[in-house]
């Protein structure tokens, strides 16, 4: 095992309001990498598909990269920053547009080993 302690995992531009995303990481943020893809599995939120992404591949990356245990990993840090937003078009009565907003965010997720 190298020194290394922690290993995190970044998804970008998913097409998610990050208030939503991180509703979810709230609820998974310091548990065991089991139990928290467990949660994941039973969620009832559209976000918890690209968290079980991220979470997943950081404790691939732990694995292949760091040859650390998936079983003694937890969650450290796990948090949703604002991607850029697509701006649209939705057209009104006499000629007008209202703009719509399309949120996107970007899901990091760190984990570190017990041991």
């Known amino acids: 095992m190298s020194d290394v302690k922690s290993v995190k ?27 928290a893809l467990m949660m994941l599995e039973f969620l009832p939120y559209k976000a918890s598909g690209p968290i079980w992404q991220v979470l997943y591949s950081a404790a691939s990356n732990a694995k292949n990269n760091y040859s650390m245990e998936k079983k003694s990993l ?21 000629g007008r547009a209202y703009r719509i907003m399309k ?12 041991n």
Do not use: W
């Open 9 to 35: 995992a970044v998804a970008k531009y998913i097409r998610m309001s990050p208030q939503k995303v991180r509703r979810v990481l709230n609820q998974i943020r310091g548990l065991s990498y089991q139990e």
């Open 74 to 94: 937890i969650i450290s840090e796990a948090f949703a920053d604002e991607g850029p937003k697509l701006k649209r078009i939705r057209p009104r009565a006499q």
């Open 103 to 114: 949120p996107t965010c970007h899901i990091t997720i760190v984990v570190e080993s017990v």
